[in-house]
Structure formats: C-alpha cells, structure tokens
C-alpha cells in the first residue's frame, strides 16, 4: 500500500510529529477576580466569576507546563473568553472549579431542549416540494412552494422559508459526475447551519 503523504506538498518528509505547546502567554494576561452587576449567576453561583477564575488557571498552566492543543482545548478557549460546554467531555480543570452539575446547569440554560413538531399539512407539503425537487425540477418545485407560502402562513412559520432557501442552493441542472463533499460543501452550503 501506498504512503497516502507522498507526494503532500504539505507535509515534511523524516520530521518528527511533536505536540503543539502553547506557552507564550503574556506576563500581563490576566482577568479580574471580582464580582460585577453583569454577571451571569445560576443558583445563586457567580459563573462569570468561576469562568474568570478557569480562564486564570488557564493563564497558570499555560505559564508553568504550557497548554497541549490536542489536550487542552477548553482552557486554550478560555484564553478567548469561550467557555466550550460539550455534556460529559469537561477537563479536569472545568470540573475542579465549576463542578460537573454546574457545568450541566449552564448547558442546560444555554441550550433548552425544544420540542419540535410538524403540522401535519404542512409535512405533506414539504414532502411534495422534495418530491418535485427530486423527480422533475428544482424551478418546478420551487415555483409549488412559493405557491404554497403564499396561501399558508403556517406553512411558512413551520420551515416553509427554510425549504425555500434550500432550493435555492440546489443546482439548476443536473450534475453528470459524483460531487466530491469539498464541492457540496463548498457550492451548496447548509441554510440550516
């Protein structure tokens, strides 16, 4: 079997792979351990005042064994005022100062769980448009769900628009070769995104 990096102008040939360390943070980096009237505060806990508090361990171990960007991908974001929730994938450090319940907590404001249902008339339409889109026309269905928009406002507040911005993206003719996932990314972005 080949080596797949042959050839890859990109990568170096007989160069050993070491991990990346950030530790050139600047002596002066630091953020301010105090109590404001901004503060975002879930059960009586000042989290601000705890993200502060993270993003200067953060500073911390940056300054004495440096931050490992395969590893420490939470505190390399602190550094930039992000605080990276993903339910049970926390560092260590996250849990030391936040807690786990804490850190739930604040996943849980940040992204309520919503409750999503279709009207049924208006999936039966949706189906159509997709119908349309796949057996005739991209224009065909397009000019069916414009139709539809007009003479159904529930259709439009249940994804009538969004079907449309995505109709929109598809190409108008066929496509005769299979599209590489660069050129779909790259020609047909997600309105949904």
Request: charged residues 25%; proline residues 5%.
């Amino acid at each position: 079997m080949d080596n797949p990096s042959m050839g890859n102008p990109f990568i170096e040939e007989g160069v050993q792979d070491y991990p990346i360390i950030i530790n050139d943070i600047p002596d002066e980096l630091s953020f301010e351990d105090e109590d404001s009237i901004d503060d975002l505060k879930i059960r009586e806990i000042n989290v601000s005042r705890l993200f502060r508090q993270y993003q200067n361990q953060s500073i911390k171990i940056a300054k004495t064994g440096g931050l490992f960007v395969e590893s420490n991908v939470h505190e390399i974001l602190s550094l930039s005022s992000i605080l990276l929730l993903n339910p049970g994938s926390h560092s260590k450090t996250m849990i030391d100062i936040f807690s786990t319940s804490l850190l739930d907590d604040i996943y849980q404001q940040a992204n309520p769980p919503q409750q999503i249902e279709l009207n049924t008339e208006c999936e039966s339409k949706l189906r159509k448009v997709i119908k349309k889109a796949i057996k005739e026309s991209r224009s065909r269905a397009t000019e069916f769900l414009l139709r539809e928009l007009t003479n159904d406002q529930m259709l439009n507040e249940n994804l009538g628009s969004m079907f449309l911005e995505c109709l929109k993206k598809l190409p108008t003719t066929k496509i005769k070769n299979e599209p590489s996932e660069t050129t779909l990314i790259t020609n047909y972005p997600s309105t949904t995104l």
